[in-house]
Protein backbone atom coordinates (compact mmCIF):
# COMPACT_ATOMS: atom_id res chain seq x y z
CA UNK A 1 0.00 0.00 0.00
CA UNK A 2 0.66 3.30 -0.40
CA UNK A 3 -0.29 6.42 1.48
CA UNK A 4 0.04 10.13 0.11
CA UNK A 5 -0.67 13.43 1.88
CA UNK A 6 -0.74 16.70 -0.20
CA UNK A 7 0.13 20.38 1.21
CA UNK A 8 0.36 23.74 -0.34
CA UNK A 9 -2.66 24.76 -1.67
CA UNK A 10 -4.44 28.31 -0.82
CA UNK A 11 -5.96 31.74 -1.88
CA UNK A 12 -3.71 32.92 -4.61
CA UNK A 13 -4.37 35.96 -6.91
CA UNK A 14 -4.60 35.47 -10.85
CA UNK A 15 -0.78 35.63 -12.23
CA UNK A 16 0.43 34.67 -9.00
CA UNK A 17 2.53 30.71 -8.21
CA UNK A 18 1.54 28.01 -5.73
CA UNK A 19 3.95 24.82 -5.11
CA UNK A 20 1.99 21.66 -3.77
CA UNK A 21 3.76 18.35 -2.55
CA UNK A 22 2.84 15.20 -1.86
CA UNK A 23 4.42 13.12 0.32
CA UNK A 24 4.05 9.59 -0.47
CA UNK A 25 4.46 6.70 2.34
CA UNK A 26 4.49 2.73 2.78
CA UNK A 27 5.27 0.75 -0.71
CA UNK A 28 6.97 3.71 -2.29
CA UNK A 29 9.39 1.45 -4.59
CA UNK A 30 6.65 -0.22 -6.52
CA UNK A 31 5.82 3.23 -7.31
CA UNK A 32 5.99 3.51 -11.05
CA UNK A 33 3.86 6.94 -11.99
CA UNK A 34 3.11 9.36 -9.92
CA UNK A 35 0.79 12.42 -10.67
CA UNK A 36 -1.71 15.43 -9.90
CA UNK A 37 -5.31 15.15 -10.82
CA UNK A 38 -7.92 18.43 -10.52
CA UNK A 39 -11.80 19.03 -10.07
CA UNK A 40 -13.69 21.77 -10.17
CA UNK A 41 -17.15 22.12 -8.98
CA UNK A 42 -19.28 20.61 -11.56
CA UNK A 43 -16.29 19.05 -13.80
CA UNK A 44 -15.18 15.52 -13.67
CA UNK A 45 -11.86 14.89 -12.45
CA UNK A 46 -8.97 15.84 -15.28
CA UNK A 47 -4.92 14.82 -15.93
CA UNK A 48 -3.35 17.91 -14.96
CA UNK A 49 0.38 16.34 -15.61
CA UNK A 50 2.40 12.75 -14.67
CA UNK A 51 5.68 11.78 -14.18
CA UNK A 52 6.73 8.02 -14.81
CA UNK A 53 9.75 6.43 -12.37
CA UNK A 54 11.88 6.98 -15.48
CA UNK A 55 11.04 11.11 -15.70
CA UNK A 56 8.60 10.77 -18.64
CA UNK A 57 6.14 13.82 -18.51
CA UNK A 58 3.26 14.77 -19.29
CA UNK A 59 1.32 17.62 -19.43
CA UNK A 60 -2.39 18.79 -19.83
CA UNK A 61 -2.67 21.46 -23.30
CA UNK A 62 -4.45 23.79 -20.24
CA UNK A 63 -1.22 23.83 -18.25
CA UNK A 64 1.58 24.02 -20.65
CA UNK A 65 3.53 26.43 -20.00
CA UNK A 66 3.03 27.25 -16.30
CA UNK A 67 3.17 23.99 -14.33
CA UNK A 68 6.23 22.03 -13.92
CA UNK A 69 6.13 18.69 -12.63
CA UNK A 70 8.94 17.30 -10.38
CA UNK A 71 9.35 14.00 -8.61
CA UNK A 72 11.47 13.35 -4.93
CA UNK A 73 14.29 10.54 -4.59
CA UNK A 74 13.03 7.49 -4.82
CA UNK A 75 9.41 8.20 -5.13
CA UNK A 76 9.54 9.64 -1.44
CA UNK A 77 7.16 12.95 -2.92
CA UNK A 78 6.09 14.79 -6.09
CA UNK A 79 5.55 17.93 -6.52
CA UNK A 80 3.50 20.87 -9.08
CA UNK A 81 4.81 24.31 -9.63
CA UNK A 82 2.03 26.52 -10.68
CA UNK A 83 2.81 29.60 -12.02
CA UNK A 84 1.05 32.64 -13.85
CA UNK A 85 -2.17 31.14 -12.37
CA UNK A 86 -5.66 31.85 -13.52
CA UNK A 87 -8.84 31.92 -12.05
CA UNK A 88 -10.02 28.91 -14.37
CA UNK A 89 -7.60 26.59 -12.48
CA UNK A 90 -9.83 27.03 -9.19
CA UNK A 91 -10.09 23.05 -7.99
CA UNK A 92 -9.11 20.74 -5.63
CA UNK A 93 -5.87 19.00 -6.71
CA UNK A 94 -5.42 15.49 -6.20
CA UNK A 95 -2.33 13.25 -5.78
CA UNK A 96 -2.00 9.96 -7.42
CA UNK A 97 0.41 6.87 -7.55
CA UNK A 98 0.34 4.36 -9.59
CA UNK A 99 2.32 0.52 -8.07
CA UNK A 100 2.79 -2.18 -9.55
CA UNK A 101 -0.83 -3.89 -7.69
CA UNK A 102 -2.60 -0.62 -6.48
CA UNK A 103 -3.23 3.09 -7.29
CA UNK A 104 -3.62 5.62 -4.84
CA UNK A 105 -4.84 8.51 -4.44
CA UNK A 106 -3.95 11.83 -1.64
CA UNK A 107 -7.26 13.54 0.11
CA UNK A 108 -7.05 16.71 -2.32
CA UNK A 109 -6.05 20.44 -1.89
CA UNK A 110 -7.96 23.10 -2.62
CA UNK A 111 -6.58 25.73 -5.09
CA UNK A 112 -8.27 28.99 -5.41
CA UNK A 113 -7.33 31.61 -7.63
CA UNK A 114 -9.36 34.71 -7.12
CA UNK A 115 -8.82 38.24 -6.73
Known amino acids: QVQLVESGGGLVQPGGSLRLSCAAS????????MGWYRQAPGNERELVATITSLNSIKYADSVKGRFTIARGSANSAVHLQMDNLKPEDTAVYYCRAIATTTTSWGQGTQVTVSS
Open 26 to 33: GNIASIYV
